[in-house]
C-alpha cells in the first residue's frame, strides 16, 4: 500500500483498499487522500496539513482545504506529538502550518489558513512567530 499511495497510483489504491487491505498513512495527493478517507483514514496520523503547506503543485490549496475541511488541528507545532522526529528536526525550527507557508513566501496558503483559524501569535520552538519568520523558499521543497 505504501508504494501504491507514494507513487500515486490511484488505480492500485482503490483495488487494495476494495480488498481489504488496511492502511496506516495519508498522503498530500487529493484523490488518494480521498480514497483513503472513504476507507476510514484519519486527519489524525502524520504531520499532512503541514504537508500540504510545502505542496508545490497547482492543487495545494484545494489539498489544504480539504484536509482543513476534515478539522485537524491547525495551530499545532510540526512533530509536537511525535517526540522522536521532534527531536530530530527541532534544531530547524519547526512551526504551525501558518508559520510554515510564511517560511515558504506562501501568501495563498497563509491567507487560507488565517481564514481558517490559525493563530498568528503562536512561535515555533525557536521563539519566532510568523511574521518575525523571513522567507527561506529552499526548506520548501514539496511535493
Known sequence: MRGATIGHHIPVVAYLLSHG?????????????GLLFEHGGSIEKRQLLHGAVHRKLPDCLEVAQMLLDKGPPINTIKYQNHP??????????????????????NVAMAELLLKNGADPLIKNNKGLSDREQRVVPDRCSGV
Open 21 to 33: 487491505v488496511p492502511f496506516n498513512i495519508l498522503d498530500v495527493n487529493l484523490a488518494i487522500n
Open 84 to 105: 522522536d522526529s521532534y527531536k530530530d528536526y527541532k534544531y530547524f525550527g519547526v512551526g504551525t502550518p501558518l508559520f510554515e507557508a510564511a517560511r515558504c513566501g
